[in-house]
Structure formats: structure tokens, C-alpha cells
């Protein structure tokens, strides 16, 4: 588990400096086409050399510095993403789990009703009508990270909110919790001192467990044209160019799968380590 959070470190590290990176390594901008780096016999993307690390896509762009830079992109997408999901699945299932009722009744229905989308359709649908040019939401919402980012954010809020709503539903029936009721505490101060601490555990699995699905969905949107403009590097457009000229250019896919499938495998890993480790305090906590 430790490996895979230093892995997951060092890639986002890398995508934060990915423009240092570039330039240290003096490789080409990711934007910049050299078509003199194609390949002359037959006008096609060239293999890795000493002047290319990772060769050039079709393009005569450099895979290198695509790489990198589409790692800056995951990471923002993730975060971002996996922010405002967990801050809004969080806030919802925690007042549905704690109150009950009809607000319980509502958030539930709604929950249901964004669940029975299906995920891709639901993102691909907002990202290809918010993709022109004046955008949606009168220009506030255009093509770019952002809407990438709040396209993942809608389709993934139900799932974190069902969990949190489960999970509430069951501490608001503990001991501390009536106690807290019975001493006269306010309903928000129960929330936020009693009910949303021994939320942590799990919320921090939900989190963490977020990351590599909204790095896969970001990588899906892309490949089907709807995510990050094509003008800017990301590791599902790059696959996606790549699709039409693999096995011949190989290294235009492979290099953005190695950083994707590392990325998402680390992700996973330190989610299935923390989510045994929430397990064994839970158990622990019960047993005594």
C-alpha cells in the first residue's frame, strides 16, 4: 500500500511539473508539430529515437511531452472530480442518513433516479451539448477540463451519497448519538462533531477508490471525442488517435496506456489497502 501512494505520488508530481519536465529533458512542446521528424519513406509517425524518446504521433508531435502533459490533466480531472463528488455526496447522504423522513425520501429518489442513467450515455449526453463553442449554462460551462470535470461530477455524486446514507443511517442510532440528543446538542453540532468523524474511515475509501474510475471515465470521454479538446494532450485522446494506426505506430499508444494502466493499478491497490485497514479498525472498534 505504502508503494502504491508513493507511485501515486510521484505521478501526480510528475504531471504538476510536467512543463519543467519538458524543458529540462529539452524535448519538443507538446503542440508543436515536426513534420521533418516523420518518417520520410512513408510520411508517417516515426519510432523513438534520441531525438524523440517516445517517437511522434502521425502529427509529428512528441509522445514524450504528450505523455507528460496528459498527466497534468488526469491529475486535475481526478482531483477536482473527486472533490466535488465526494463534497456533494457526502453533504446529501449525510442529511438524508441523519434526518430521515422525507428529506431521507427525496434525496433517495433522486439518488435512484441518476443511478438508473446509464454513466457513459449521461456523460457523453452533457458533454456533446455543452461542447459548442457558446457552451451551456450561458457560457459558463465550455468545452475544456471543466466540463469534463463536472460531467464525471454528476454521473459519480449517487453512488458516494448512497454509501454515506447507509453508513448514517446506522451511527445515528448509537449510544453517543442519543446521548449527544439527550444533552441538548444542536442537530448540526451532532452532525459535525459525532456523526461526520466516524465517517472519516470510509469516506477516505470512497476518495481514494474514485480516483482511478473518474482517471478511466476522463480517458472514455476522450476516446469518444466528448472529454479534453483534442488540441490538448490527455492520455484518452492520445489513445484514441492511436487506435486508427496501431500496430504500425505502437508507441503512440503504448506509452499513454503505461502511464494510464500504472495510474489506475496504484489507485487501486492503496484503495484495497485502506478499505482492509477501515475494515480492521471498524472490527476492532466493535470488539471492544
Keep these: 500500500m505504502i508503494i502504491a501512494a508513493v507511485g501515486l505520488a510521484v505521478i501526480a508530481l510528475a504531471g504538476l511539473l510536467a512543463p519543467l519536465i519538458v524543458a529540462v529533458t529539452g524535448a519538443p512542446a507538446p503542440e508543436l508539430r515536426d513534420t521533418s521528424s516523420l518518417s520520410t519513406s512513408f510520411g508517417v509517425a516515426s519510432g523513438p529515437s534520441s531525438a524523440h524518446w517516445f517517437g511522434v504521433d502521425q502529427l509529428g508531435r512528441d509522445v514524450f511531452s504528450r505523455t507528460f502533459y496528459g498527466t497534468r490533466v488526469s491529475v486535475v480531472v481526478a482531483v477536482s472530480a473527486t472533490a466535488i463528488t465526494s463534497l456533494l455526496g457526502v453533504t446529501l447522504g449525510l442529511i438524508a442518513g441523519y434526518r430521515g423522513g422525507w428529506v431521507d425520501a427525496i434525496v433517495s429518489r433522486l439518488i435512484e433516479a441518476v443511478l438508473v442513467i446509464p454513466y457513459l450515455l449521461l456523460a457523453v449526453g452533457i458533454a456533446v451539448a455543452c ?23 454528476i454521473a459519480s455524486w449517487p453512488a458516494v451519497a448512497r454509501i454515506v446514507r447507509a453508513q448514517t443511517l446506522t451511527i445515528r442510532e448509537s449510544d ?9 446538542a444542536s442537530e448540526r453540532r451532532i452532525l459535525m462533531t459525532e456523526v461526520l468523524p466516524n465517517l472519516w474511515g470510509p469516506i477516505a475509501v470512497l476518495m481514494v477508490v474514485l480516483i482511478p474510475q473518474v482517471i478511466l471515465a476522463e480517458t472514455a470521454l476522450s476516446f469518444l471525442g466528448a472529454g479534453v479538446p483534442a488540441a490538448t494532450a490527455s492520455w484518452g485522446g492520445m489513445i484514441a488517435e492511436a487506435s486508427s494506426s496501431f500496430p504500425n505506430a505502437w508507441w503512440c499508444m503504448l506509452f499513454p496506456g503505461m502511464a494510464l494502466l500504472a495510474t489506475v493499478l496504484a489507485s487501486t491497490i492503496l484503495a484495497d489497502g485502506l478499505r482492509d485497514r477501515n475494515g ?7 470488539g471492544r
Excluded: M, N, Q, W
Design 280 to 286: 480492521a479498525d471498524t472490527a476492532d472498534r466493535r
Design 176 to 184: 453517543f448519538i442519543v446521548a449527544a440528543r439527550l444533552s441538548g
Design 131 to 153: 461542447s459548442t463553442e457558446a457552451g451551456c449554462f450561458a457560457g459558463t460551462v465550455k468545452p475544456g477540463v471543466p466540463l469534463v470535470v463536472l460531467v464525471i461530477s
